[in-house]
C-alpha cells in the first residue's frame, strides 16, 4: 500500500504534475475510533492539461484535479482507482481532443499498479 502511494508520488514528481494533497481516509476514520482498511486518495493535476477542460464544460471542475484512490485489499495487495476517460468525457460532453488533457490519469495506474 505505501509502495503503491510512494510509487505514485515519485512519478508525479517525475512528470512533472502537482501532488495538491493526500487524504487518508483511515486515519481519519481511526480518529473518530472507527477502522477500515488503509485508504489513500491523492489529488493531483496540471493546469495546462485541465484548464481547457473546464473552459469547454465548467462542470469538468468538479471533477478535476485528477484523483487515484489506492486502497489496502490484503496485507501486501492493494487496488488504484480513479474515474475513467470514458466517464468523464460522457459525464462532461468533453471532445476526444480535449479528453486527452487528463489521459496521463490511466497511464500512471498502470504504471503504479506494474
Not at 50 to 74: C, H, R
Request: include cysteine; hydrophobic fraction near 45%; charged fraction near 20%.
Amino acid at each position: 500500500m505505501e509502495e503503491a502511494v510512494n510509487k505514485i508520488k515519485s512519478i508525479l514528481v517525475i512528470r512533472g504534475i502537482t501532488l495538491f494533497a493526500v487524504i487518508d481516509h483511515s486515519s481519519e476514520a481511526e480518529a473518530i475510533g472507527m477502522k477500515m482498511p488503509n485508504t489513500k486518495l491523492l489529488i493531483f493535476g496540471n493546469p495546462k492539461g485541465g484548464t481547457p477542460l473546464m473552459l469547454a464544460s465548467p462542470s469538468t471542475a468538479i471533477d478535476l484535479p485528477l484523483k487515484l484512490l489506492v486502497t489496502e485489499e490484503e496485507k501486501d495487495t492493494c487496488s488504484i482507482s480513479y474515474n475513467s476517460l470514458q466517464y468523464l468525457q460522457e459525464r462532461h460532453g468533453l471532445s476526444n481532443d480535449l479528453i486527452q488533457n487528463i489521459a496521463i490519469i490511466e497511464a500512471l495506474a498502470n504504471e503504479a499498479a506494474a
